[in-house]
């Protein structure tokens, strides 16, 4: 079995920062794509940030500038460095993982991690 395994998160002041980790663990080859949901209540769950193979990376517009996340495919970690923090980006943030490669036959279309609650204090 393939999980995604995440820590940070917690509460913190306007303008203040916090940093998300995700580790994939499991047995698999690859992954294309890992990167970072959120769901605020109320909400729907959208992509804050993803890293995709290659080094491309994509945000959100509203998190352009204060949000970096980076992926070691080494070691299948992503991260997502969150600076300048808002209350509007309080929400349960998602590590999410995009085909995964188990067997030369087997892949998962999409994987998700538990959840991390972020709450941002004005």
């Known amino acids: 079995q393939v999980h995604l395994v995440e820590s940070g998160g917690g509460s913190v002041q306007a303008g203040g920062s916090l940093k998300l980790s995700c580790v994939a663990s499991?047995?698999?080859?690859?992954?294309?794509?890992m990167g970072w949901y959120r769901q605020a209540p109320g909400k729907q769950r959208e992509l804050v940030a993803q890293a995709i193979g290659g080094g491309d990376a994509n945000y959100i517009d509203t998190v352009k500038g204060r949000f970096t996340i980076s992926w070691d495919s080494a070691k299948n970690t992503v991260s997502l460095q969150m600076n300048t923090l808002k209350p509007e980006d309080t929400a349960v943030y998602y590590c999410?993982?995009?085909?995964?490669?188990?067997?030369?036959?087997?892949?998962?279309?999409?994987?998700w991690g538990q959840g991390t609650l972020v709450t941002v204090s004005s």
């Open positions: 499991g047995n698999f080859f690859s992954i294309n794509a």
């Open positions: 999410h993982a995009e085909r995964v490669v188990v067997t030369m036959t087997y892949g998962i279309t999409e994987l």
